[in-house]
């Protein structure tokens, strides 16, 4: 699915000059809850170094797995955030050039573990997708990473049925979590 749906954007975008996340939304109707924060969850990863980035994608993963936890259909969603234009001259060549790889990535994830999606819930995933867009919010340094690759390894697992992704997922954030409330009493130990 992820690269037919890039293959659709790409077709998208050589049609128009912008792009917003409410377009993205409308071409991935069946995965419309998750194809855009798996794309907000890579742009995240690519720009960890920048200081901004964790407020700028932050923000909109935090309302999209808001809706995914809720139900409520992304296409419905009439906020200024989602509507906002992005100028996608730049990356265009770089979309294309995506294609292939989004096809070798696709091959690692296949319907497996089905045993997880008989006790997973939609709301430990969104309650996890949360958690992790809402660190990537906050200005903690060099959380944005290991927000991001939890967020993509529930999302891609949901998306392609892969239990093992979604389990991986859910342990980065159980670590993650560990290690913020360790670091916390750790700080507060030295004052």
Same mark, same amino acid.
């Given at each position: 699915?992820?690269?037919t749906?890039?293959q ?10 912008e ?7 409308n ?5 419309s809850?998750?194809?855009?924060? @798996?794309? *907000?969850? /890579? !742009? $995240?990863? &690519?720009?960890?170094p ?5 407020? #700028?994608?932050g ?11 809720f ?48 006790i ?6 969104? @309650?996890? *997708?949360? /958690? !992790? $867009?809402? &660190? ?8 944005? #990473?290991?927000?991001a690759l939890g967020?993509?390894?529930i999302?891609?697992?949901?998306m ?12 980065l954030?159980l ?14 130990g030295?004052?």
């Open positions: 699915m992820l690269a749906y890039i659709e954007i790409d077709e998208f975008i050589e049609t128009h000059d792009v917003s996340i409410h377009d993205i939304v071409i991935t109707h069946r995965d809850h998750l194809f855009p924060i @798996i794309i *907000l969850a /890579v !742009f $995240a990863s &690519v720009s960890t920048i200081p901004a980035s964790g407020f #700028l994608f923000l909109p993963l935090i309302v999209l797995s808001a809706l995914y936890l139900k409520i259909d992304p296409a419905h969603y009439r906020g200024r955030l989602f509507r906002k234009k992005i100028p996608c001259r730049r990356w265009r060549p770089h979309l294309s050039a995506s294609i292939p790889y989004a096809q070798k990535l696709q091959r690692l994830f296949r319907p497996r573990s089905e045993w997880v999606f008989r997973e819930s939609r709301v430990t995933s969104g @309650i996890s *997708l949360i /958690v !992790f $867009a809402v &660190v990537m919010f906050l200005p903690i340094p060099l959380a944005n #990473l290991p927000s967020i993509l390894a999302a891609f697992g949901l392609e049925r892969d239990g093992l992704y979604v389990l991986l997922g859910y342990g954030m670590v993650y979590v560990l290690v913020i409330v360790a670091a916390k009493y750790w700080l507060l030295m004052v």
